[in-house]
């Protein structure tokens, strides 16, 4: 293929790649990783201990994404959110742009038709609507491109390199244990001979992981949560057998394996028909099952494995046809990649309520909604407001934080009085939808409550 077809090539996977990191159902969590980098660079220390809430006050917080909340913070200081969903996209389009070099180069010829579909599967099936927002856990994709790829193309791995992402990927996001897990596979799959060095990598890893500020506790955080009533409440923690509804993408890739294991076995096309790397990559699969927020991880792991299997050549012109298919599917979206209105930050949270108790001072404990507790707590630096509940979830709070804020919220006016009484809680901002079952008006039954402010969202409400 001429020079000039290459790069026309590459740049429509790459404007596709960037096409993906197009999303508009945010996470709430960006609001309070936001907080933390701002403390961080105020106090000039990261925070050990809760400065937020009045529920949890001074409780331990193991704080494993500081130095992504301190790099989310400086970003948006020069860009504002514009800046921040820049700088996803480009974390998102080098994590595949990786993936897809590993994938080019583990293929016995260049084979455009299995890169181009191999990166529409990818796209198709990681979820992306939901886990490709402006969260620290772009950074586990990340890493998880870089070890994989040195997995498959490295032999033996570079131990300083190594540790030095590890010891990186720990201050980052908790999602380095998925790095342990994939090399603790890779050393049970691996040949006698390469098994030892293996182990020692996966030793000087979890070494490497212990270098941050909640110490040997980021290495049990997946256990605590996947163990604990938190992992079974939150949604992206989900089960498969909890919520097997949301696990449609990751049957569909597990199913597609399969088909390509057969196929492989009627024609065997390479010397090693189903070597370590596919044994790993089927476990990973398997652990996906136990939480919703893992299939964008297998996903990404698969796109190396979908390039290696589909580098058959075809005439040229499926090839182009599939390109052209997948460059349509971009069509403008790569153009819109750093519009701040992502974030929905005037519809989906309280942007005009915050500024009236800005400007009207009340009691400063709040109830209110568990999914704005992360954008009030950004919104009030200082304490003049405190939070009852974020999504900092198990990092933080005690599951009692959380099973008092559900009684409260979730069940009648009765137990939610019991709570405000119990807590000396005279400040509430409530959804105003009142058919909305968590923390809505429906809970002001007593008439001692007066609204204060009300709009499309939320109504504030005080005694």
Not at 156 to 165: Q, R, T
Request: include cysteine.
């Amino acid at each position: 293929m001429p020079r000039w077809a290459l790069a026309v090539f590459w740049s429509g996977l790459l404007w596709a790649s960037l096409a993906a990191c197009y999303q508009k159902l945010p996470s709430p969590d960006l609001w309070w990783l936001l907080a933390d980098g701002r403390l961080i660079l105020e106090t000039g220390s990261i925070p050990g201990r809760d400065p937020f809430s009045w529920t949890a006050p001074g409780a331990p917080w193991h704080n494993d994404q500081w130095l992504s909340g301190l790099l989310a913070y400086v970003v948006y200081t020069l860009g504002d959110l514009s800046g921040l969903h820049l700088a996803k996209a480009g974390l998102l389009t080098v994590t595949l742009g990786l993936l897809l070099d590993t994938g080019r180069r583990l293929q016995s010829g260049f084979a455009p038709l299995g890169l181009t579909l191999a990166l529409a599967l990818t796209i198709l099936c990681a979820e992306g609507r939901y886990f490709f927002d402006v969260r620290a856990y772009l950074f586990t994709y990340l890493g998880l491109a870089l070890l994989w790829r040195w997995l498959q193309l490295e032999s033996p791995l570079n131990l300083v390199k190594l540790g030095a992402l590890f010891a990186l990927w720990a201050n980052l996001h908790a999602g380095v244990s998925s790095g342990l897990l994939l090399l603790g596979l890779e050393a049970l799959f691996a040949k006698p001979q390469e098994r030892q060095r293996l182990i020692q990598a996966l030793l000087v890893a979890g070494a490497a992981c212990c270098l941050n500020p909640s110490g040997v506790w980021l290495l049990l955080h997946p256990i605590l949560l996947l163990s604990s009533p938190w992992g079974l409440y939150l949604n992206e923690w989900a089960p498969c057998w909890r919520k097997p509804a949301l696990f449609n993408y990751l049957f569909l890739q597990l199913g597609l394996g399969c088909l390509l294991w057969l196929m492989r076995r009627v024609v065997p096309r390479h010397p090693e028909n189903w070597d370590r790397h596919d044994k790993v990559l089927a476990c990973f699969g398997l652990f996906s099952l136990t939480g919703w927020r893992h299939i964008p991880l297998f996903a990404l792991l698969s796109l190396p494995r979908y390039c290696r299997q589909l580098d058959q050549p075809v005439k040229l012109w499926i090839s182009s046809a599939a390109w052209l298919a997948l460059v349509g599917w971009a069509r403008f979206t790569p153009l819109q990649v750093g519009d701040p209105g992502q974030s929905l930050e005037d519809e989906l949270f309280p942007k005009r309520a915050c500024q009236f108790l800005l400007t009207h001072p009340l009691s400063p404990n709040l109830f209110h909604p568990y999914g704005l507790g992360g954008y009030l707590l950004w919104t009030f630096p200082g304490g003049k407001y405190r939070v009852c509940i974020d999504g900092r979830a198990v990092q933080v709070y005690p599951w009692k934080c959380k099973e008092n804020y559900l009684r409260a919220a979730m069940e009648t006016p009765v137990e939610f009085e019991d709570f405000c009484r119990s807590h000396h809680v005279r400040t509430v901002m409530l959804f105003a939808d009142p058919r909305r079952r968590e923390a809505s008006v429906r809970l002001l039954a007593n008439p001692a409550w007066k609204i204060l402010y009300h709009d499309h969202l939320v109504v504030i409400a005080s005694q």
